[in-house]
Structures are given as C-alpha cells and as structure tokens.
C-alpha cells in the first residue's frame, strides 16, 4: 500500500521589521554612503606616510656622506717616506712604524780613536795600524764589503775628498758626506774610488769606503756611528 504524503516545505521568513525600509534606515545608509569615501582617503593618507617614514629612514642609513677633496700635501716622515692627506677630515696618515734593523748588530768599539759603530752580524772584522792610517776591514763570506779609513787632519785626506761631494746628510749629531765613484791619477798613482761616506771629528777624517757599492748597508753603518769624546 502506497501512501502519497505532500509534505509542504516551509520556508524561514525574515521579521519585517528587517525587510521593511524606515526613515531610519535611509538616513543611516545616507550616512554609510557619505562617510565611507572620507574614511577610505583617510586610511589611504596614512598608509602613504606610513611608506614615506620608512623609504626616508632607508634611505638615511643607507646614504654616504658626501665625499671631500682634499689639498695635495704631503708629510716626510722619519724614515724618508711621504703620506698624504685622506679620509672626511683631510688628516695626514700615519707614518709607517719604524722598525731597528740594526738592534741585533754587533757593536765594534775603539779606545784609541775614542768611536763605535754597529755592524752586521755576518759581518766580521780585522783592523790594520799603518804608518799614517787605521784600517778596519768589513768582510762578509770572505769578500771586503767596506773599510774604514782612519786619516789624521794634517795629512792630504782621502782621494774622496778631492772629489766634488754628492751630498751631505747628519746622523747623531755627526755630518756625513758621500762622494761618488770616480778614478784618480795623483803622484804616479792612478785607480779608482769607491764611494765613500765621510766625516771629520778630533782631527782625524773618518772614511767609510764601499767596494759593494752597498749605500743602504753603508747609512745603516754610519747611522751607529757615535764617538765617546
């Protein structure tokens, strides 16, 4: 047995006071509608300065001081060299420490003509008492680097000194003076001359002759240089 049943589908309705448009409704729409454009610009305002403060603050940190040229001078230092001025503040930089190449030389000393120098340590050393002139000899891997020519005042001097200097330059209180490599022919002598560094001091010329041509080993001997009187 069949039973046809109509079931009848009820739908949900809504209050009326919810369907039904009011004054109220109209003038609160009025409202919506004329104050959501002011409220979409103001939200927009202050997302863009939001974007603004930030870029700025990037771009604060991120930027470089402008930079600044400087003057072209330049400072001697002790050891010869020259710096220049550098950085934001045009200072000087610093000068390159100097190091004693000499401090771990061996020391010669001689009473008689009251002196002493430092030499290198591979270096050895042998004196020789002429007639008129003291010698000190230099030697390194048996081969004579440099001699020291001790002249009293009275005498002619070295063949060096003949010579028209190259320069003079002061270590410890003491003027040296370099005269350059050049020959001679003096009394039925002729030869040549090696470059040598010298200095006068208690009537004796003191001449520190290069065979080696070695000047940088030569102004670090001489630059030891001290006499005791």
Do not use: H
């Amino acid at each position: 047995m069949e039973e046809n049943i109509d079931q009848e589908v009820s739908k949900p309705k809504l209050p009326k006071s919810l369907t039904t448009v009011t004054t109220f409704s109209k003038i609160l729409a009025m409202i919506f509608f004329i104050a959501l454009p002011f409220l979409g610009f103001y939200l927009g305002m202050k997302y863009k300065e939001g974007i603004t403060v930030k870029t700025d603050s990037i771009n604060s940190t991120t930027s470089k001081p402008s930079s600044k040229a400087c003057t072209q001078e330049a400072k001697q230092c002790s050891d010869g060299s020259y710096v220049s001025r550098t950085g934001p503040n045009c200072e000087f930089s610093p000068c390159p420490t100097a190091t004693d190449e000499t401090a771990s030389w061996k020391t010669y000393t001689n009473k008689k003509y009251s002196y002493s120098f430092k030499y290198p340590k591979e270096y050895t050393i042998r004196e020789e008492d002429a007639s008129t002139v003291f010698y000190v000899w230099l030697s390194k891997d048996k081969n004579d680097n440099f001699r020291l020519d001790i002249i009293p005042s009275n005498n002619s001097g070295s063949f060096a000194s003949r010579l028209k200097p190259t320069r003079k330059f002061p270590y410890n209180d003491i003027i040296w003076t370099e005269y350059p490599k050049s020959s001679y022919s003096d009394a039925g002598m002729s030869g040549d001359t090696p470059i040598t560094l010298e200095t006068l001091k208690n009537g004796f010329y003191f001449s520190l002759i290069l065979f080696k041509d070695d000047l940088i080993t030569a102004e670090k001997i001489v630059s030891t240089f001290k006499f005791t009187k």
